[in-house]
Nanobody
Framework: VQLVESGGGLVQPGGSLRLSCAAS????????MSWYRQAPGKEREKVAD????????NYADSVKGRFTISRDNAKNTVDLQMNSLKPEDTAVYFC????????WGQGTQVTVSS
């Protein structure tokens, strides 16, 4: 099982980034997917959820209206489009797959700073 995140980096406040997570080794279309983040000294928090079919999404209040989660079950990928980024969005972002078991990626760093 592998979840590999990409797309992180340094961006100025107000900018955008698109994170992507490539999944392999399990039946991707059966799993709900999420993005989490963890800032230094803070607990990991869920940012966004998407159901296995992509029909349902949910967002943390802190990112609602700015972030969009999407998935492509043909390509086994889940993306997180992040707009209007703020310094408080700085964190390591993790991809998560869950059904009965949970799988995690290694994370990708997002830094929002001028």
């Amino acid at each position: 099982v592998q979840l590999v995140e990409s797309g992180g980096g340094l961006v100025q406040p107000g900018g955008s980034l698109r994170l992507s997570c490539a999944a392999s080794g399990f039946t991707f279309r059966s799993y709900a997917m999420s993005w989490y983040r963890q800032a230094p000294g803070k607990e990991r928090e869920k940012v966004a959820d998407i159901s296995n079919t992509g029909g349902f999404t949910n967002y943390a209040d802190s990112v609602k209206g700015r972030f969009t989660i999407s998935r492509d079950n043909a390509k086994n990928t889940v993306d997180l489009q992040m707009n209007s980024l703020k310094p408080e969005d700085t964190a390591v972002y993790f991809c998560n797959a869950r059904l009965v078991l949970q799988y995690w990626g290694q994370g990708t760093q997002v830094t929002v700073s001028s």
